[in-house]
């Protein structure tokens, strides 16, 4: 029997991938919002049995003040997160805050629909061996952990960067070269090498590993500055 599941998410493209992922595999989806932060009431007003709440900064001061809300007003609702690994400190908040469980953004469909199942029934949803590797580090913190969104955003130019940016945002090659003011087999390929320096084959999987890796949170986009000429006058003179 499908769940009545809700699909909240910061980045749009991820939400709405999911929320058709789990549709065509018989679940009722109600509704897959963005961004995460206002998505408390509509989850409250729809009361599903389960909300799937995503998150690329899961230990972020605040992150989960829907998750408290939600659980204090509809306390029925199971809540399961989708968040980046290794994110110890996110996984202990996620629970903290109510959560029914925490599952891994990289996680296949079929281990979702897992948790899923589990967080309906009333039950813990989380992985054995992600909760053991959760306590490890927290008890034995890295002096030096590896920061996979440094090393990938260290891979990509500043052009590449705002496609990737883009794609997250769910920009198809046209909307991409119109923001960015250039020809459409140029935003083509600078898709293309996105995809192969990030090490995917489909726009939606450098969507989901910019988002657990945390490398959007990093992407500092390049400001186009406006040439000025002489007869040029500047904003507000």
Sequence with gaps: MGVRVMVVDEHRLLAEALASALKLRGHRVLAAAAPAAGAAELVIGRAPEVCLFGTAAPAEPGVFEPVVRIK??????????????????????????????????????????????????????????LLQGAFAELLNPSAQPDDEGSRLLRLLTPREVEVLVRVAEGEDTRLIAAGMAIAP?????????????????????????????????????????????????????
């Design 185 to 237: 087999s140029t935003a083509r390929t600078h898709v293309q090498r996105v995809l192969m320096k990030l090490g995917v084959g489909s726009r939606l999987e450098a969507a989901a590993l910019a988002a657990r890796t945390g490398l959007l949170d990093r992407a500092v986009l390049p400001v186009r500055e406006l040439p000025q000429g002489p007869g040029d006058v500047p904003a507000g003179a």
């Design 72 to 129: 204090r007003e509809r306390p029925q609702i199971a809540v399961v997160v989708l968040g980046p690994v290794p994110s110890p400190r996110g996984i202990a908040a996620a629970f903290a805050a109510g959560a029914s469980g925490y599952v891994r953004q990289d996680e296949r469909i079929e281990g979702v629909e897992r948790a899923l199942a589990k967080a309906r029934a009333g039950e813990v949803a989380i992985a054995p061996q």
